[in-house]
């Protein structure tokens, strides 16, 4: 196990003002084998975190993070395997692909979903998120769905334009968070049969990947400096407050995750090790 941990402040984006939170604890998750990058990509109420690495060979493998031991996940026969979601029976949701996880080289991807140690194949793209209830949702080639029972309903962002629309989190309350791509990419909320555009205040895009019970949403977005160079950076949005989350030092960073005791995870980049995860604690 490697772990790094180190505390940073984050910036809340106000209608008027910048402020910071000094005391927000990031923690490095480096998956043992990792040599190419790790991803932390869920994290439950008991603080389980799943995610991707990949080896020196080149395969990426899931990851179950339980308390400080790690336990790789592979799809049986898979030659790429990803976990995106977890819920608080300790449930699994991801990707997986036979051949190879290079859409140019004959990716063919399935979703899957993990219970006790059994797989079970759910023929879509990628199963990205799962509450307690069951619940999952994920991507379907060009529009995403919910899987509720054996039942799958399509889901597609009703506005003019939208060629793309993938979800990516559910929380217990049945919201759902995702994305939709017109000319460029925005997030979105839906609750009760309403979709809510979602937009980091002067981000060229925005990007929705978890929600809790409480409602809170992180995700990632880009901005263009003067040069016309794009910057990645996290986020929480917070009863209608967005918080941009950067792990000190780190050019690029995503939160993927939150659980509802407010734990985000996700990763960012490091010049010597490529991608790292990370555990972010508010308090």
């Given at each position: 196990?490697?772990?790094?941990?180190?505390?940073?402040?984050?910036?809340?984006?106000?209608?008027?003002?910048?402020?910071?939170?000094?005391?927000?604890?990031?923690?490095?998750?480096d998956a043992p084998g990792a040599a190419n990058g790790t991803s932390a990509g869920g994290i439950n109420a008991g603080g389980q975190i799943v995610g991707g690495y990949?080896?020196?060979?080149?395969?990426?493998?899931?990851?179950?993070?339980?308390?400080?031991?790690?336990?790789?996940?592979?799809?049986?026969?898979?030659?790429?395997?990803?976990?995106?979601?977890?819920?608080?029976?300790?449930?699994?949701?991801?990707?997986?692909?036979?051949?190879?996880?290079?859409?140019?080289?004959?990716?063919?991807?399935?979703?899957?979903?993990?219970?006790?140690?059994?797989?079970?194949?759910?023929?879509?793209?990628?199963?990205?998120?799962?509450?307690?209830?069951?619940?999952?949702?994920?991507?379907?080639?060009?529009?995403?769905?919910?899987?509720?029972?054996?039942?799958?309903?399509?889901?597609?962002?009703?506005?003019?334009?939208?060629?793309?629309?993938?979800?990516?989190?559910?929380?217990?309350?049945?919201?759902?968070?995702?994305?939709?791509?017109?000319?460029?990419?925005?997030?979105?909320?839906?609750?009760?049969?309403?979709?809510?555009?979602?937009?980091?205040?002067?981000?060229?895009?925005?990007?929705?990947?978890?929600?809790?019970?409480?409602?809170?949403?992180?995700?990632?977005?880009?901005?263009?400096?003067?040069?016309?160079?794009?910057?990645?950076?996290?986020?929480?949005?917070?009863?209608?407050?967005?918080?941009?989350?950067?792990?000190?030092?780190?050019?690029?960073?995503?939160?993927?995750?939150?659980?509802?005791?407010?734990?985000?995870?996700?990763?960012?980049?490091?010049?010597?090790?490529?991608?790292?995860?990370?555990?972010?604690?508010?308090?």
């Open positions: 196990m490697r772990y790094r941990s180190f505390v940073g402040a984050i910036l809340i984006i106000g209608a008027l003002a910048w402020t910071s939170r000094a005391n927000a604890t990031f923690t490095t998750i990949s080896d020196a060979a080149g395969n990426n493998h899931a990851f179950l993070l339980d308390h400080g031991t790690f336990t790789t996940i592979d799809f049986p026969g898979a030659a790429c395997t990803q976990a995106i979601g977890i819920n608080a029976r300790g449930q699994i949701v991801g990707g997986y692909a036979e051949k190879s996880c290079n859409p140019f080289a004959g990716m063919v991807p399935h979703g899957f979903f993990l219970d006790d140690g059994n797989f079970t194949t759910i023929d879509v793209t990628r199963a990205r998120g799962i509450n307690n209830r069951g619940q999952i949702v994920g991507e379907a080639g060009a529009n995403c769905f919910l899987l509720d029972r054996g039942t799958v309903t399509t889901i597609k962002v009703p506005f003019a334009g939208v060629r793309i629309t993938f979800c990516s989190g559910i929380n217990d309350r049945g919201q759902i968070v995702g994305g939709y791509f017109d000319t460029t990419s925005h997030g979105f909320l839906l609750d009760d049969g309403n979709f809510t555009t979602i937009d980091v205040p002067g981000a060229t895009s925005t990007t929705p990947n978890g929600i809790n019970d409480r409602g809170q949403i992180v995700g990632g977005y880009y901005v263009s400096d003067p040069t016309g160079n794009q910057h990645g950076h996290g986020f929480l949005l917070d009863d209608g407050n967005f918080t941009t989350i950067d792990v000190p030092g780190a050019p690029y960073t995503n939160a993927e995750g939150i659980n509802n005791r407010g734990e985000i995870v996700g990763f960012y980049f490091d010049s010597t090790k490529g991608s790292l995860g990370f555990l972010l604690d508010l308090d």
